[in-house]
């Protein structure tokens, strides 16, 4: 089956460092995803991850491991436009099949 | 360039009430999705397509039929409503399906069945 976890709520202070995990157990793998989405709004792409590894991108790090069908996405210096929802999505081997989890809603505080 | 646009934002339906979302786009996109978001359920893909003329069911297409007569057009079609599709409606589009391509996404349309 598909089934992707993300903590549900994180909270963290401005100007700190927040990683958000996302463990997966699908069908077939072709690249996971990182998505920010805040209230009311579309989601906007992140990141994309297709080998083991750190992928770097200004204040936003992924982190993939295929074999423990782990990643993370690390927010450093946390800013207040920062507080939106983070969404992970694997992208399978059939198709266009896009599974995305839950979401993690982050808070960060003054 | 608009992107990736939705029509409409927002509607109320009764049951058995039929209607069309469109979604369109201006970035001579391939691929097209349709997406519904639920609370603590993430995005579940309805339906896609890989090109003009073409469309393929996704996680839950049941309830919806889609058709994509013009490249830059997606129509998303409702029936017959049920409450259950009370949803927000997320379209987005990508270049190709290869690996590393993102999707764009709409602005979204929140429906509401009564």
């Known amino acids: 089956g598909q089934n992707i976890d993300q903590p549900t709520e994180m909270t963290a202070t401005e100007g700190a460092i927040v990683q958000i995990n996302c463990t997966y157990q699908?069908?077939?793998?072709?690249?996971l995803f990182w998505y920010q989405q805040h209230a009311g709004e579309a989601p906007t792409f992140l990141s994309y991850?297709?080998?083991?590894g750190l992928e770097e991108k200004g204040r936003f790090s992924s982190f993939l491991s295929r074999s423990k069908g782990y990643s993370y996405l690390l927010l450093k210096e946390l800013q207040m436009k920062d507080s939106a929802s983070y969404l992970c999505?694997?992208?399978?081997?059939?198709?266009?099949?896009?599974?995305f989890g839950p979401g993690t809603r982050l808070s960060v505080l003054p | 360039n608009a992107g990736v646009t939705q029509t409409p934002k927002f509607r109320v339906l009764k049951t058995g009430q039929s209607m069309t979302l469109l979604c369109a786009q201006d970035?001579?996109?391939?691929?097209m999705y349709w997406y519904r978001q639920d609370p603590g359920m993430g995005l579940r893909l309805i339906h896609y397509?890989?090109?003009?003329?073409?469309?393929a069911k996704g996680e839950v297409p049941d309830g919806y039929n889609v058709s994509r007569l013009k490249k830059q057009n997606f129509l998303l079609g409702l029936e017959s409503a049920a409450p259950s599709q009370t949803s927000v409606y997320f379209c987005?589009?990508?270049?190709?399906?290869?690996?590393?391509?993102?999707?764009?996404f709409g602005p979204g349309t929140r429906l509401t069945v009564l």
């Open positions: 699908t069908s077939g793998f072709n690249g």
């Open positions: 987005a589009s990508s270049w190709s399906g290869l690996e590393y391509n993102e999707q764009f």
């Open positions: 999505a694997v992208k399978d081997n059939y198709g266009q099949n896009f599974v």
């Open positions: 991850n297709v080998l083991d």
């Open positions: 397509s890989v090109g003009e003329g073409t469309t």
């Open positions: 970035m001579n996109h391939e691929y």
